[in-house]
């Protein structure tokens, strides 16, 4: 099986783009960041401060997570709901920041996310899927983006989703979001020693998914 590991900060368009080259390449597409996201909706909903390790983690034995793709698109799943627009809020995007820092979070996914890549050939992406989750995997990229042109990607998103927010709010959340990944002691943001690093600050949609397609065909030794 192979493995592609996409790692890099909140809004650098990880997701969008590990997905298109998944269909491309025809791999599957593991997006863990919605597993993440799904833990901090539930967090929220069941009343639990998002930062406090020991409430959070009574939820877990209480949570049941599952991706499916229906109609070629992957949904993520919380107890049986899908949550695949919920969990895409700014309000559940902090509080993903907040679980993600506590190990058992940590711990309770991680044989989900590893098992998916025993059994495919997998693109996945995340903060620590080079250096914690697939370290062995034959393709680490490191995908960034200035934080600027992160948070004006993130809030022409939230606009067109008909979220009010203001460009200066999601920049700071961006900038905190950055920060947060970066410091907490479990598995924190960093770029794998083996990792291709991509900036994509000036690049269009297209030319980044092409970008990551090519490091991924010349890693595996195959012609695109």
Request: some cysteine; charged content about 30%.
């Amino acid at each position: 099986m192979i493995a592609v590991a996409i790692d890099g900060p909140s809004g650098a368009g990880k997701s969008t783009i590990a997905r298109a080259v998944a269909n491309a390449l025809g791999y599957l597409y593991i997006d863990t960041g919605a597993l993440y996201r799904s833990v901090g909706l539930y967090a929220l909903r069941s009343g639990a401060d998002p930062h406090d390790r020991e409430k959070v983690k009574a939820l877990l034995p209480g949570l049941t997570l599952s991706l499916r793709h229906v109609e070629g698109v992957q949904r993520v799943f919380l107890n049986g709901e899908d949550v695949s627009e919920a969990i895409r809020t700014p309000e559940v995007s902090r509080a993903s920041s907040a679980v993600s820092a506590h190990p058992e979070v940590r711990a309770f996914l991680l044989e989900t996310q590893r098992a998916l890549a025993r059994e495919h050939n997998v693109l996945m992406d995340g903060r620590d899927i080079g250096t914690v989750v697939l370290p062995d995997a034959q393709v680490k990229i490191f995908l960034t983006a200035s934080a600027e042109k992160r948070a004006e990607r993130r809030y022409k998103e939230y606009i067109e989703k008909g979220i009010e927010t203001s460009f200066e709010t999601v920049l700071q959340d961006v900038v905190k979001r950055d920060y947060d990944d970066s410091h907490r002691a479990a598995a924190p943001l960093k770029q794998a020693a083996d990792a291709v690093e991509l900036d994509t600050s000036e690049m269009t949609l297209a030319e980044s998914e092409e970008a990551v397609k090519a490091i991924v065909l010349a890693r595996c030794g195959q012609e695109g």
